[in-house]
């Protein structure tokens, strides 16, 4: 065990490793120290530690200072005698470096996905001063402090099987920052502002999702170390997911009981979100995201499925695909044309964004009903819908045309003159913006918001999740 740098990777007999990781240990502290969530940094937060990747050593709750988190080197245990399980090189074992034909893809998927990581935190850094609540406000640095960890799994590739050039992008990835115009994060979403909570739950919602969904596809990777790191970075991820979907649950129950409660049932008057408007912010975290499947037809995407680099969801799993190697086969969108529509197959493997995109958009229709039940326990016949996979798209075939949140193509003027009911106008932003007051009192909720129905670990409706140690 390494003292500086916790890990399951035996990192003190791999003396070059630990030389590289412990060089841009104080690079990664200064980076999170400057970008990072601004404030807070002294005062004690109640947040789960990974210790180690068993079952015991993993759910760890204490008090801790955020830059003495255990931020560490962890990878699920390796599984037996793996084989490569698609793709053309399959029924091979799987790779315990890296073969120098893939060297580039694999650099590169792993790069994207490692950028992710930093981009959310520089994108949430300034939420903590306004926090409903200390349960919200120590769910926010859980998801923050294990992002940053995330960067270091990544890290923990690029330096261990890349090489100088490893070196050089783990120190890039600290140099790129989300939303800076000379030197930006890769993915578009990763660039957009999240200046208010209700953009932070619909973030963790639907971005946090793309991150399950492209790990669950590189988990079934032949480079096995990634496999093994994306594996464990999965289990955070069901926190980050668990944080939007009951974070927007409780800002839609909070405004149902306005609407019953509120004089005349004004919700805004009364402090809370108005329905339409959290439809609008849907709508806009939704097709950020599923850009971020890239297009749905993709060379590059038949190349990583060939290679074995990135599968499909449960691409291992039994019983869900027979075909691992999907030369034939096509799947058929309509393609924007001159004047109308017109068919195409793309061939399977060039699909496979498109494949992977739609297990996520299943996985989003749940969190949709499960938000509508709500609505249905209180009697109520509004609901929440995702709008179509056309409308609001910058990546991909249907990029930068007006599509309206059914999928029927408008003409721009019309766009424009609803895009205020579809998307968050400034007015929107402007006045959830200034709900954003912190609730600081243990137990105590901000008025847009309803109480969760349970403590983190089971702890009572009051606990200090935060203890402020001096003002922030
Ligand atoms: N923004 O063939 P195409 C997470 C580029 S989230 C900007 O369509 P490809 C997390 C593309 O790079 C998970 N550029 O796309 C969540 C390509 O560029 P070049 C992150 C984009 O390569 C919350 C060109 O357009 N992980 O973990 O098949 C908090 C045409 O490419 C975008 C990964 O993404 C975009 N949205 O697929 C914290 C996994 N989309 O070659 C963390 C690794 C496409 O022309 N990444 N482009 O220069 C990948 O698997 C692939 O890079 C992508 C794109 C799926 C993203
Ligand atoms: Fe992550
Ligand atoms: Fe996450």
Known sequence: M????????????????????????????????????EGFQQDLIYLRTAVSVDTDGWAKFDYVKMPD??????????????????????????????????RKELRRLIVTQADTEPASVEQQRLLGKTAPSLYDLRNLFQVNVEEGRHLWAMVYLLMQHFGRDGREEAEDLLKRTSGNADS??????????????????????????????????????????????TRFMLTE??????????????????????????PEGDVKAAGGVPLELIQRYINEWYTAS??????????NSATFF??????RWNEGKEGVYDDHKALTGSYRVEVPTEDGFEDRDIPLRRAMNLLLRDSYVED?????????????????????????????RIQGLYANMPYNPEGKLISQAEFDGQ??????????????????????????????IAPPRKGINGREENFEYVKFVRNN
């Open 306 to 311: 060939a290679a074995g680099l990135k599968g």
């Open 69 to 102: 988190y255990r931020w560490g080197i962890f990878l699920a245990e390796p599984e037996k005698d793996r084989k490569i399980h698609f793709g053309d090189n399959m029924g091979g074992d799987v790779w315990q470096s890296v073969p120098g034909e893939v």
């Open 364 to 392: 989003c229709q749940k969190v949709i009903k499960r938000w509508n039940r709500i609505f249905e326990k209180a009697g109520m016949s509004e609901r929440m819908t995702l709008p179509s996979d056309r409308f609001n």
């Open 237 to 262: 991820e069901a926190h980050h997911m668990f944080v939007g979907e009951t974070g927007v649950g409780r800002v839609i129950q909070r405004t149902i009981d306005l609407m019953k409660t509120a």
């Open 184 to 229: 930006p994060r890769i993915l578009d979403a990763f660039n957009k502002p999240i200046d208010d909570w209700l953009a932070f739950f619909c973030f963790t919602t639907f971005t946090d999702r793309d991150g399950k969904y492209q790990l669950g596809a590189l988990a079934e990777s032949a480079f096995d170390p990634l496999a093994q790191t």
């Open 290 to 299: 599923l850009d971020l499947f890239g297009s749905e037809d993709s060379s």
């Open 2 to 37: 390494s003292d500086k740098i916790p890990n399951n990777v035996d990192l003190s007999s791999n003396r070059k490793l630990q030389r590289a990781l412990e060089g841009w240990l104080p690079n990664y502290l200064e980076w999170w120290n400057d970008m990072g969530p």
């Open 419 to 448: 895009r205020d009911s579809w998307l968050p106008s400034q007015e929107d932003l402007d006045y959830i913006q200034s709900l954003m007051v912190a609730c600081y009192e243990p137990g105590e909720y901000a008025s847009w």
